[in-house]
């Protein structure tokens, strides 16, 4: 997947694209697998990297959502199990079984949850997981060594999906490539022309070459999650505000902390969410908070209230606490929440999600959750077929499989799929390509050429933040990296020291933004 190719093929284009699709997300990449393998031509443009935006910072759950239960959200956990078993079975490469223990204090509580993980099994019919069971408290504590004992009575353990977010977005983006679509990052939306009121052209600069270029198009998707609304202005400046920004921080920690192939839920916060702690990247990931964010940034930021929640809740669960010294990496994202927020709890507004057209055709996708993007994506096509007159065609995504689709391979190309046996190849073609990083061997030359000839990584930080997931799961350690990801990078793009050197800088700066905040 080559970017100059793909600015090329949308150069020579001359006859209307049946879908535009603005947004790299995962639900913008899930619409270009849709679009483009039901043979409609489809371009995707996003204004940043692919999963830049929240797709990259989730708590990597694929899950029904066990805490929507007790809301009686009961459609939304039925559907996102369906969606589950199609993650699982589609790319089982980046999407993997994981048990989660739920502690309990008594004997009644143990009781409450294992009946309400009964009823989580029974909308997961046909699931390919184990079923939910209760555990005792000597059982509890060999699963999880690390729990908490002094009130542990037992607990339940049952089983969702875990998954890389950023690596599967670009491997949505390689599938919908692979079916026929066009996929530019770093291209920015700027403007619609519009003939009889409908939208028939997007505006779009590229922003490594500065050049503009106008695709004539029979529909447009606008998958912007949290951002969705800066499109719907440009599209009608008269447009109300529908989304509602929310900001969910994590926590990055030492494998230490939960040395054990399952997770943790924590039932219940003092706000009446639950937490996780989850092994990630031989690391442990605790998350999530759900605060208003009165600004849907780019680059969401923690604030020290945030990250000390989330360690003061983990510490109460855990026989050790971690403190703010242990923090390796914390991030945040923004949740594209629609809906009513008028006693300012974002907590409570619902995770499902909501498709419009405009007067003008432009057909937004808002809300919504990772788990079941491929549904969200089928939603928004088959509206964009209707406004574009396209011909009809039945989506082809629910057994589609996605690239990389392979469980063969382990260690360190395990998270490649498929893709580890051309990495290898890379590796074996050459003695510089094996060549690690840094003493720990973090990571190798053949993963950022990898990165930049096959993954449309064009920054430092597009290999480190999300070709790669160094920074999120230890920044001091990216940041160390950064230097000989920029040499390769150059090596790579025809760039000069002088790129070298500002991109070096400029990831430092961003790095030093995931370290314990200070206020």
Known sequence: MNRDTQLNILQSRKEPWDVVIIGGGATGAGCAVDAASRGYSAVLFEQCDFGKGTSSRSTKLAHGGVRYLRKGAFGLVSRALKERTNLL??????????????????????SYYGLGLKLYDSFAFGSTLP???????????ELAPTLNTKELSGGVVYFDGQFDDARLNINLIQTAVEQGATALNYAKVTGFTKHRNKVVEVLVTDLENNKSYVAACRSVINACGPYSDAIRKMDDENAPPRQIASRGVHVVVDKSFLPSDYGILIPHTDDKRVIFAIPWHDSTLIGTTDSPQPDASIEPRATKADVDYVLDHTCRCLDRCPLPTDVKSVFAGIRPLVGDSSDGRTASISRDHSVSVSDSGVVTVSGGKWTTYRHMAEDAVNNAAKVGKLRRQRSQTRRLKIHGCDTNHHGKFQWYGADAVHITALVDSASEMARPLDAAETLIAAQVIWAARHEMARTVEDVLARRTRVLFYDANKAIELAPAVAVLLASELGKDQNWEQEQVNEFTALAKQYFYPSS
């Open 89 to 110: 079975r589609n790319a089982p490469h980046v999407v993997r079984e994981r048990g989660f223990i739920i502690p309990a204090s008594s004997w009644l509580e143990r």
């Open 131 to 141: 079923a939910s069971r209760i555990l005792s408290a000597s059982e509890a504590e």
